[in-house]
């Protein structure tokens, strides 16, 4: 499919959208004959009987019912994708990727997906794995949908054109893509594309609460798109590829699943600016919680405590006096993944690159270098801006462990990041 896709605004708010018109019955969802021979078919994201906030679920039109299939196979591709954890106990270390070079080559967004790490099994219904993805040709008849959670796509470089069966999303670096579980979609490409995915186990991401802030700011709602219904009429051999329990399974259609005319609900596919969120900052002294960067939330059984949050550290004014202005030196209950897309990161001098990670499990001493705190201690401290760069943090109340594949490829001497910081002198 390379159609332009068009956008409706909005993040969880109810669309309906119609490819062809009459399409969309109206005073209904299941009519006893819905226009022109198709299909209506209800998918759910959340429980029938979740309060009204939290209830999230779409109706489609579609040309034949998604139960039409034969049974699943186990997939024997994408060999890297979610293939466990280590078995042996986890050391409480710090960790630090560069980007790393042997990840598959010549594949589709299905088979160059790599799982770093994850903390949580899926049929838990909580935590978050990480994975990182390089797609160097497009999907062809080749369809994904995962059913262990939804899909948070961060492209590092080069662009995604995503057609899902609700309509189209264009994603360049800088943008995000939010699948929701189970929906089916494929990936084109025109060039080699790399970046990040969060596959979120737990509660759906929705926007953090605001709080003192106001009715605005953080990503604002409006600045949500999600595409307009656009179908796939195709007949003949197309392979569906579905990620469930932690494994892939697969299965042959004499046709393409991206087949609903029309919509309507509040369970949809979307895309984000990070540019547009708006960034608020200490304007007197000291450097805030990074809590305040929230884009998305999935929150816990525990108030206050994320199963996943998704928190970026954007262009933005540091203006704050007595101020030492990088990241504080911390010890978090929460543990923190995080991810560079482009420029450099503000406590990092060195060896943290666009492409790369880094991990600082739950209660691990982390923060700014040798080099940033010697910079930040001897600034002048007028008003600068950070500017170009983007990281990014996926951050859960659970600990990461990361797979053999991950581990075998950090960095020998992270550690170093935090040697020879001089002793403090206290008075005689």
């Given at each position: ?19 062809v ?24 994201g ?6 009204r ?8 039109y ?11 196979v ?45 903390n ?38 080069g ?8 309509g ?74 579905q ?14 699943p ?17 540019a547009r ?19 998305l ?15 970026i ?8 006096e ?38 600082h ?6 923060g ?25 943090m ?35």
């Open positions: 499919m390379t159609t332009t896709p068009d956008y409706l605004t909005g993040f969880g708010s109810h669309f309906e959208t119609e490819a018109a009459g399409a969309l019955p109206k005073g209904r969802n299941s009519p006893q004959r819905p226009a022109f021979g198709l299909y209506a078919e209800q998918l759910s959340s429980a029938f009987t979740a309060p906030h939290e209830n999230r679920r779409s109706w489609l579609r040309m034949r019912p998604t139960a039409d299939h034969p049974p699943f186990r997939y024997k591709g994408a060999s890297l994708l979610a293939p466990g954890t280590v078995e042996e106990p986890v050391a409480p270390n710090r960790l630090r990727w560069d980007p790393p070079m042997d990840l598959p080559g010549n594949c589709d967004f299905i088979d160059g997906l790599v799982t770093m790490m994850a949580r099994g899926p049929a838990s219904l909580e935590g978050v794995a990480i994975h990182l993805y390089r797609a160097a040709k497009s999907m062809e008849r080749r369809i994904f949908a995962n059913a262990d959670g939804e899909m948070l796509i961060i492209p590092q470089s662009a995604l054109r995503l057609f899902t069966e609700m189209g999303l264009d994603l360049a670096p800088g943008w995000i893509g939010l699948i929701p579980r189970g929906v089916r979609f494929c990936v084109e490409v025109d060039d080699e594309a790399r970046g990040y995915v969060a596959e979120n186990h737990g509660p759906s991401f929705r926007l953090p609460e605001l709080g003192p802030i106001g009715s605005n700011g953080l990503a604002n709602p409006r600045d949500f798109e999600v595409p307009t219904a656009a179908f796939e009429d195709v007949d003949g051999e197309h392979q569906l590829v990620k469930y329990l932690g494994s892939l399974w697969m299965t042959t259609l004499d046709h393409s991206l087949d609903v005319v029309a919509w309507h609900g509040n369970l949809a596919p979307c895309r984000y600016e990070l969120f708006n960034t608020i900052g200490s304007i007197s002294f000291d450097h805030p919680d990074p809590s305040i960067f929230t884009v939330t999935s929150p816990s059984d525990t108030p206050g405590r994320a199963n996943a949050d998704f928190v550290f954007p262009p933005r004014w540091i203006v704050g007595d101020t030492f202005r990088p990241p504080w030196f911390h010890r978090n209950v929460m543990s923190e993944a995080m991810g560079l897309i482009h420029g450099a990161y503000d406590a990092k001098a060195e060896g943290f690159a666009p492409g790369g990670l880094s991990l499990n739950m209660l691990s001493g982390h700014p270098d040798v080099a940033s705190w010697n910079a930040a201690s001897t600034a002048e401290l007028k008003p600068v801006k950070i500017d170009g760069t983007m990281a990014f996926v951050e859960s109340c659970w600990p990461y462990v990361p797979t053999r594949f991950a581990l075998d490829r950090a960095q020998p001497d992270y550690d170093a990041a935090w040697a020879d910081f001089p002793k403090a002198q206290l008075p005689q």
